[in-house]
Nanobody, 125 residues
């Protein structure tokens, strides 16, 4: 399974970006494959952003709730992270990840078996 993120870049505070994660080697039409987004800023640990279940239910972290929205297009085998009202503290490398595991453990990076290489998001003040 390979995951490839795209869509990162430099944006001013208050702006928007949409990240994409294309999945190959695993059809998103198949049940029980859940997708997550994480981010890691320099000098900090990787942190949870949001995940979306194979049924389409989303679980954003409180820090991004109301600003970020995760979605999936199973026909395109792609997961998206729509980010709006961006803040400088949102600057990080953003990673998508996939797993066959279920439940609340999906907020933990250790629950994911497959990872992309990340895409850089920089928000200027």
């Amino acid at each position: 399974v390979q995951l490839v993120e795209s869509g990162g870049g430099l944006v001013q505070a208050g702006g928007s970006l949409r990240l994409s994660c294309v999945v190959s080697g695993q059809s998103l039409h198949l049940g029980s494959y859940n997708m997550g987004w994480f981010r890691q800023a320099p000098g900090k640990e990787r942190e949870y952003v949001a995940f979306i279940t194979w049924t389409g239910t989303t679980y954003p972290d409180d820090s991004v709730k109301g600003r970020f929205d995760v979605s999936r297009d199973n026909d395109k085998n792609t997961v998206y992270l729509q980010m709006s009202r961006l803040k400088p503290e949102d600057s990080a490398v953003y990673y998508c990840a996939g797993t066959g595991l279920q439940g609340s453990s999906l907020r933990s990076a250790t629950s994911y078996q497959h990872w992309g290489r990340g895409t850089q998001v920089t928000v200027s003040s």
